[in-house]
């Protein structure tokens, strides 16, 4: 496992530094975003690979990890390509100045490949090991996985579709998913979490997969994802009143307003 764990480390060191190295040639960091999801893929598929853990478990884990990073890595490839580099990245440009470059291979590069080490640790423990059939919290967590995936693939074609009418612009999206939550994405992407996590509990020291959802999960509950959004609305008034009747991110009725 150790072994395993230490060649994920250097495999995702270098996938970040090609990413930053092209960043820095195309004066955009923001395309970190767009090797998120991929990096899960390459480091479910070379774990696979290396271990030649070809069991009912570790196929059904690699499979969930790409699909879902086929999918997010196209959708972000189909949002951001061409366009300019995202206003939280183009804002860190102005702020670190000279320090720009350092800092954007360390707060953005380096620490997205820490991330995405400790988020994938379920992904290197299943596949550190090769137990045949499945089990019931296999099932749960596939479950699990499933509702999270809907949430996540759903509410980013919703908030696509909603963006791509002329009519939509400058106001809301407050229908489908987004009826229920102000974040059905980011709830999807925690749940599908938790759903692997159950995945691994079947496996030795599974128990120790817990810290992959809690990272995902307070990262985007009080980090980088809900509050760096919000941000941007805050002086908007139709998102203000959005906000007071909708949950802010688990899925429930809208409130009276």
């Known amino acids: 496992m150790s072994n395993l764990l230490s060649l994920s480390a250097l495999l995702i060191f270098v996938y970040f530094l090609v990413f930053f190295i092209v960043a820095q040639v195309i004066r955009n960091n923001s395309i970190v975003d767009m090797g998120w999801g991929f990096g899960f893929v390459v480091v479910a598929l070379a774990t696979l690979l290396y271990t030649g853990a070809f069991a009912e478990r570790n196929l059904l884990l690699t499979l969930l990890i790409l699909i879902w990073g086929g999918r997010l890595t196209y959708h972000i490839l189909r949002r951001n390509w061409g366009k300019p580099e995202d206003f939280r990245y183009a804002k860190w440009r102005q702020e670190w100045g000279r320090w720009l470059v350092p800092r954007a291979f360390l707060q953005v590069f380096m620490l997205?490949?820490?991330?995405?080490?400790?988020?994938?640790?379920?992904?290197?423990?299943?596949?550190?090991?090769s137990q045949p059939g499945l089990t019931p919290p296999d099932y749960l967590g596939l479950l699990v996985w499933l509702i999270?995936?809907?949430?996540?693939?759903?509410?980013?074609?919703?908030?696509?579709?909603?963006?791509?009418?002329?009519a939509n612009k400058g106001h809301v999206i407050k229908s489908g998913l987004w009826k229920y939550t102000r974040h059905p994405n980011y709830f999807g992407e925690a749940t599908m979490w938790w759903g692997i996590f159950l995945i691994a509990l079947s496996v030795p020291s599974g128990w120790t997969a817990v810290i992959s959802p809690l990272t995902i999960t307070l990262m985007l509950l009080y980090v980088s994802g809900v509050p760096?959004?919000?941000?941007?609305?805050?002086?908007?008034?139709?998102?203000?009143?959005?906000?007071?009747?909708?949950?802010?991110?688990?899925?429930?009725?809208?409130?009276?307003?």
């Open 228 to 257: 760096m959004l919000e941000r941007k609305y805050k002086d908007n008034e139709e998102f203000q009143a959005y906000a007071k009747v909708t949950n802010k991110f688990f899925p429930w009725f809208p409130k009276k307003g």
């Open 112 to 129: 997205q490949g820490l991330l995405l080490l400790i988020i994938g640790y379920p992904i290197i423990l299943v596949n550190a090991s």
């Open 148 to 166: 999270g995936f809907y949430f996540e693939a759903v509410g980013d074609r919703q908030l696509a579709d909603f963006k791509e009418d002329p």
